[in-house]
């Protein structure tokens, strides 16, 4: 037997598809999934934990798939070319879903915000499953980077009937090149010139 979260959850996707966002309500998603509304309540007060929690779910199924250690030989370009097509991957089943979400979040600046947080998480989880940094002020960036990513390549995802999913690729591998020429734009214009020069080198006496 399904557990509350796993039944609530397959109740909610289910019902959003159907029915949209904004038109589903929690005791809707109780009945469908079998439990009392103050059991639901108890681990979902709302549509946003559950969307939360749906995006949570998609992460473990990506991370799940990884091997322990990354390949030295592959870029971090590869890694998260592969770390993000596993992603759309574990998401193809729920595209009537995620499209209900993002009308509503389209529609409703509010919902955009509240759903934020969980987007970013994922990003983050995604990043750090590429072997690249998600924290600090560097990590903000990349975050906010691999989202703009997401958003674009999402729109191709919605419509991409191919069996591989090779529009969706081609779509991924064009924007995470443009972020690498971009990301190397800015260290060369960025970085000291000095900064190699001032360093130790290894087989200074100072080491």
Request: net charge positive; aromatic share 6%.
């Amino acid at each position: 037997m399904k557990s509350v979260n796993e039944a609530a959850l397959d109740a909610f996707l289910g019902l959003i598809a159907e029915k949209g966002f904004v038109s589903v309500t929690l005791r809707e998603v109780a009945e469908a999934a079998g439990r009392s509304f103050a059991d639901l309540h108890g681990v979902y007060p709302d549509k946003v934990a559950l969307a939360a929690a749906f995006m949570a779910r998609i992460d473990t199924q990506v991370l799940a798939g990884l091997a322990s250690r990354s390949d030295p030989d592959e870029t971090a370009r590869d890694r998260l070319f592969d770390v993000m097509m596993r992603r759309y991957d574990a998401l193809r089943p729920h595209r009537a879903a995620l499209a209900a979400m993002r009308r509503a979040a389209a529609r409703d600046p509010v919902l955009a915000l509240a759903l934020g947080p969980a987007l970013r998480r994922s990003m983050a989880a995604m990043l750090e499953a590429a072997a690249v940094p998600s924290e600090g002020l560097g990590g903000a960036m990349r975050q906010n980077g691999l989202l703009a990513i997401h958003y674009a390549v999402s729109r191709v995802f919605d419509r991409d009937d191919t069996a591989d999913l090779s529009k969706t690729m081609a779509a991924l591998d064009n924007r995470l090149k443009m972020a690498e020429r971009w990301a190397q734009f800015f260290d060369k214009y960025t970085k000291s010139p000095n900064s190699k020069a001032s360093a130790p080198a290894s087989d200074s006496p100072a080491q």
